[in-house]
């Protein structure tokens, strides 16, 4: 619309003002952590669960949780913005990096563009390799120095902090990389095909 | 839940669209539905939702999203809202709007926790207070067409007078044979109360709820503890996690 209505008699509540540069548009900054998932969450025992990279019909690396836990690791601190509109600051996180990933099963470039990660439960969402690479993106299997809860994804999750967080899936088990991008789970049910939040891209069309 | 992998097509983006307050209706002591016109609603299916965007007079935006209330057949749109001590927006939706007001609104969003008449099997759904809200648009989409394939409410309130849509409810039931509510209260019940008192556990849902060989629709919308316990009790008593839908509310919903 062209000019933005005032709703009468409301104001801001917020006790604190959270810098702007931290909050994309539309966000509120939360310090609990709320769940937000399309199903029961799966508990899933580490012995029982194991990682891959896979690339059309082949495996290009495989890993148990042992195998995974001894991979190079990586710690870092970053807000998360879900499409439901929180944003929680300075998160800290721990996993391996895809660019770790890349180098164990010894490719130097990724093989494609685009990945599509796949979830106990069924659930999948597509990335762009771009938004990976470069310390972009990683397996979380640690937050706050703690094991991942499994409402929060555990015991391991993506995580590409800069996209809107149903882009981070949680429960992840595989990574398949894609000639050509197709839509995932929330993407195939109106949400945004790339979601960065700080263009809003929530929904198709945005 | 799989994925349907298709090629991007092309999207026409859900614009803010300006929602009038026509009517506000008190459910409980914290609870209210704003009954809203919108020009141009393009419809919506039980169990979606709309995001909602209040402007203050200084330019401070705050967006908030609200689960619709209303089943398709009905116009006004509405959505149901309960006050969150301490937050921002539903205060200010409970306690501050008033009929001629207007907000911005767009929607309807949300693909998955979605119940149609066209669904097949019997349909549950499992409220945790105001988690009944995309449920009651399910139930009263159902009670329109009425459609008499069974259905069962189960809802966890915390007393009877936390009951959203009690009359209503009540007044479905007496009209539908083929619809059961079950209410538990969850911290005080009133005097002579016979129904179910205390949380949603296992053995309830086994006794009240339609047996996994049933093929049950389920759907479960609350507080997040809630729907994290109802939602694993259901698969620990063999329903396959696909059916069992849920939608949580999280503490910062305010």
């Known amino acids: 619309m062209d000019e933005t209505p005032i709703s009468r008699g409301f104001r801001s509540r917020r006790l604190e003002q959270t810098p702007k540069n931290r909050v994309p548009p539309g966000q509120h900054v939360t310090t609990d952590f709320p769940v937000l998932s399309?199903?029961?969450?799966?508990?899933?025992?580490?012995?029982?669960?194991?990682?891959?990279?896979?690339?059309?019909?082949?495996?290009?690396?495989?890993w148990s949780w042992a195998e995974f836990e001894a991979l190079p690791q990586t710690t870092i601190k970053t807000d998360i913005h879900c499409v439901t509109k929180w944003s929680k600051l300075d998160t800290t996180w721990q996993g391996v990096t895809f660019d770790d990933l890349l180098k164990t099963v010894g490719l130097g470039e990724p093989p494609t563009a685009y990945v599509m990660a796949h979830c106990d439960g069924?659930?999948?969402?597509?990335?762009?390799?771009?938004?990976?690479?470069?310390?972009?993106?990683?397996?979380?299997?640690?937050?706050?120095?703690?094991?991942?809860?499994?409402?929060?994804?555990?015991?391991?999750?993506?995580?590409?902090?800069?996209?809107?967080?149903?882009?981070?899936?949680?429960?992840?088990?595989?990574?398949?990389?894609?000639?050509?991008?197709?839509?995932?789970?929330?993407?195939?049910?109106?949400?945004?095909?790339?979601g960065d939040p700080w263009k809003e891209e929530r929904y198709d069309g945005d | 839940m799989t994925a349907i992998e298709t090629l991007a097509r092309p999207a026409q983006r859900i614009a803010w669209q300006l929602a009038q307050v026509r009517g506000i209706a008190a459910e409980t002591y914290r609870v209210k539905s704003l009954m809203l016109r919108v020009a141009n609603w393009r419809g919506h299916l039980p169990g979606q939702h709309v995001d909602i965007r209040l402007t203050a007079a200084d330019g401070?935006?705050?967006?908030?999203?609200?689960?619709?209330?209303?089943?398709?057949?009905?116009?006004?749109?509405?959505?149901?809202?309960?006050?969150?001590?301490?937050?921002?927006?539903?205060?200010?939706?409970?306690?501050?709007?008033?009929?001629?007001?207007?907000?911005?609104?767009?929607?309807?969003?949300?693909?998955?926790?979605?119940?149609?008449?066209?669904?097949?099997?019997?349909?549950?759904?499992?409220?945790?207070?105001?988690?009944?809200?995309?449920?009651?648009?399910?139930?009263?989409?159902?009670?329109?067409?009425?459609?008499?394939?069974?259905?069962?409410?189960?809802?966890?309130?915390?007393?009877?007078?936390?009951?959203?849509?009690?009359?209503?409810?009540?007044?479905?039931?007496?009209?539908?044979?083929?619809?059961?509510?079950?209410?538990?209260?969850?911290?005080e019940q009133p005097e002579g109360w016979v129904g179910h008192r205390g949380r949603i556990d296992k053995a309830l849902l086994a006794e009240a709820g339609f047996p996994p060989g049933q093929n049950p629709c389920i759907y479960v919308c609350g507080a997040t503890?809630?729907?994290?316990?109802?939602?694993?009790?259901?698969?620990?008593?063999?329903?396959?996690?696909?059916?069992?839908?849920t939608e949580r509310f999280g503490p910062s919903g305010g």
Do not use: C
Not at chain 1, 144 to 170: D, Q, T
Not at chain 2, 234 to 242: F, N, S
């Open chain 2, 60 to 187: 401070y935006q705050a967006q908030r999203s609200y689960s619709i209330a209303s089943p398709p057949e009905d116009e006004p749109l509405a959505l149901t809202v309960e006050r969150v001590d301490g937050g921002e927006v539903s205060p200010y939706l409970v306690d501050d709007l008033r009929a001629g007001d207007h907000f911005e609104l767009r929607g309807p969003i949300g693909g998955y926790f979605v119940w149609t008449v066209a669904t097949r099997g019997p349909l549950w759904v499992i409220a945790g207070g105001s988690g009944i809200t995309p449920l009651m648009a399910m139930l009263r989409h159902r009670a329109r067409r009425k459609l008499r394939a069974p259905a069962l409410l189960l809802y966890s309130s915390r007393s009877l007078d936390d009951v959203i849509y009690r009359e209503e409810l009540g007044a479905m039931v007496r009209a539908d044979p083929d619809l059961r509510v079950v209410h538990t209260l969850t911290r």
């Open chain 1, 38 to 62: 399309a199903g029961p969450t799966p508990q899933i025992k580490v012995e029982n669960w194991n990682f891959a990279l896979q690339l059309g019909a082949s495996l290009l690396g495989k």
């Open chain 2, 225 to 245: 503890p809630f729907v994290e316990d109802v939602s694993r009790f259901l698969v620990e008593l063999g329903h396959d996690p696909l059916t069992v839908k």
């Open chain 1, 122 to 194: 069924g659930y999948t969402t597509n990335v762009p390799v771009a938004d990976l690479v470069r310390g972009k993106g990683m397996i979380a299997t640690r937050y706050e120095g703690l094991p991942i809860a499994p409402a929060h994804g555990g015991p391991a999750r993506l995580l590409v902090p800069h996209l809107y967080f149903w882009k981070s899936a949680k429960w992840i088990h595989r990574l398949r990389f894609m000639e050509r991008d197709q839509r995932g789970f929330w993407e195939s049910l109106g949400y945004h095909n790339y």
